[in-house]
């Protein structure tokens, strides 16, 4: 049976590669949401189509409940229900505390964990209707155990922690699973700020001496939504550079 996936910030980087990935399964319907990446949004749909493989995407600013509630109105009004939810969107920043404005911070923290409580929100009543459903939400090693620098970020990623941990035991009734993945560092735009020299030093602080690609974090994704008893949890995939 057909699942139903929707992936927030779909059009770059871990986003990109988990929609792509899913979408070559004929039994999955994927819709890609996007809000400013909408060339990348539109590169990805016809290169997809090329392979004889479908997708929709769909605008909307996830930080805000209107365009988030005609987004999942939409996708509901079409196919009567949503599998799978994989909140994916998030933005970051590189600067010392001391600096960061109250924009930068309520900008980080809408991004990257109101979007999710909105948009699961908005979701979960189709999933209790349903009985059934998977929200897998992407955090970061910061989240874990924060980064210098990166406060609100690191904020905003533990708060997704929160988020997952509360809403498995809230909606496990509703037989729901709530997971997160905690990516370590991943060879995408969000880090291209790092120097060729400053990646080196960076790999050999992790145990298996690599930063990770965008499809192991996607391998997960694929497990966590097969998997029929796993909630809850915060799945670390940095190479062991947290131990």
């Known amino acids: 049976m057909n699942k139903v996936i929707l992936i927030t910030g779909a059009a770059r980087g871990i986003g990109r590669d988990i929609a792509e990935t899913l979408a070559k399964n004929p039994d999955n319907i994927i819709i890609a949401n996007y809000n400013k990446s909408e060339e990348q949004a539109k590169e990805m749909q016809l290169k997809l189509k090329k392979e004889n493989i479908n997708i929709e995407i769909i605008k909307a600013d996830v930080s805000k409940r209107d365009e988030v509630k005609k987004m999942i109105e939409e996708v509901l009004n079409k196919y009567k229900k949503i599998d799978v939810l994989i909140n994916n969107a998030g933005i970051s920043q590189y600067k010392l505390f001391n600096d960061i404005t109250d924009d930068d911070w309520d900008n980080i923290i809408n991004i990257n964990l109101k979007s999710a409580f909105i948009v699961s929100q908005e979701v979960v009543r189709n999933m209790i209707q349903n009985k059934s459903g998977c929200i897998i939400n992407i955090s970061s090693i910061w989240g874990v155990i924060g980064a210098s620098m990166e406060v609100a970020y690191s904020t905003s990623k533990a708060g997704v922690i929160g988020l997952t941990k509360s809403l498995a035991k ?29 990646i080196n030093s960076i790999k050999e602080e992790i145990p298996l001496e690599k930063i990770g690609k965008t499809a192991d974090v996607t391998r997960c994704v694929q497990w966590l939504i097969n998997d029929e008893y796993t909630t809850g949890q915060v799945i670390s995939i940095n190479g062991g550079w947290d131990i």
């Open 170 to 198: 809230e909606l496990g009734p509703s037989n729901i699973r709530v997971n997160a993945i905690a990516p370590g560092i991943i060879d995408t735009g969000m880090n291209a700020r790092f120097s060729e020299d400053e």
